[in-house]
């Protein structure tokens, strides 16, 4: 078993790393043939923390794990709110000030309501798959309209510009290639490491598919938000602490649930139907009002997160305990 936990966290340390190359040479490659950095940034960037999920999602549903595969996703979206956000928000109050976040908060809990819809049958077919697709590239193309709307009329959107600047500039195309090749062949072999390594943890303790997909699986591929986040509060950019937490499970749920459904339609644990599909729509509702203010300052306070941080160790008990 120390074989297997040491190859889990080997897997996930590969699926994080090899993330990062691939993104940062599509970024690169597509800067060097003249692609507006605002769009590489709202588009392949953003895209890139949800890379390890997909890639996750993707072998699990490939090698049977449906319920890995789900639970990847709606623990990851729990996890990013209730343990990245809370202890971010424990370092320091957040305040909310960014248009795009305004936008993006309505939508990700619409999108979560849309999750709830294409579960509820207990069933994730390719018709439901399509449906999250295109939503998805709906998605995109609004916040990139919006942004190019608000660029024509001179308007700053510090969302905007955060997205502009991690795009990578000044690199070699021969080296943006290697590590796009480095990305895409480390990628699947990382993520099946972690799959099948974290099957076997499961395995010797008894846990079913699902509860791993949505702790260990969930907490680990949720890792770069929470260093991007604490980065961010370094920086003093609380719009970039939200916006990567609202983001990530924005193209969790219409991204990353699409490719399960797209590769291998099939069943889906009752229990991710109804339990942690209620307590992702929770926490959703909870971060919309918080962030949103309602007549208070729009800001995430302290309590908020320690509030939010308490959601996740409760929840990590009952899965546990049940």
Known sequence: MLVEILLLVVGLALLVWSADRFVYGAAAIANNFGLSPMIIGLTIVALGSSAPEIMVSA??????????????????????????????????????????????????????????????????????GVILLSLFVAMMAYLIINSLRQRSSNKVDPMVEEAESEVPNDVPTSKALLWLVVGIIVLPLS??????????????????????????????????????????????????????????NLFNILAVLAVPAML???????????????????????LFIMAMGFGRSRKITRWEGGLLLSGFIGYQMLLFLA
């Open 264 to 286: 291998a339609p099939g069943a889906v644990d009752a229990n991710a139907a109804g339990r942690d599909f209620y307590v992702m729509m929770g926490v959703t509702v909870l």
């Open 59 to 128: 072998t699990a549903a490939l090698e049977g794990k449906m319920n890995t595969a789900v639970g990847n996703v709606i623990g990851s979206n729990i996890t990013n709110i209730t343990l990245v956000l809370g202890l971010t928000a424990l370092l320091k109050p957040l305040m909310v000030s960014s248009s795009t976040l305004f936008r993006e908060l309505p939508m990700v809990l619409g999108a979560t309501a849309v999750a709830g819809w294409v579960l509820h049958d207990q069933q994730l077919g390719y018709l439901e």
């Open 191 to 248: 993520a099946d490491l972690l799959v099948g390594s974290a099957s076997e943890i499961a395995r010797f303790f008894g846990m079913s598919d699902l509860v791993i997909g949505l702790t260990i699986i969930a907490i680990g591929t949720s890792l770069p938000e929470l260093a991007a986040c604490i980065a961010g509060v370094i920086k003093k950019e609380d719009d970039l602490v939200l916006g990567n937490i609202i983001g990530s």
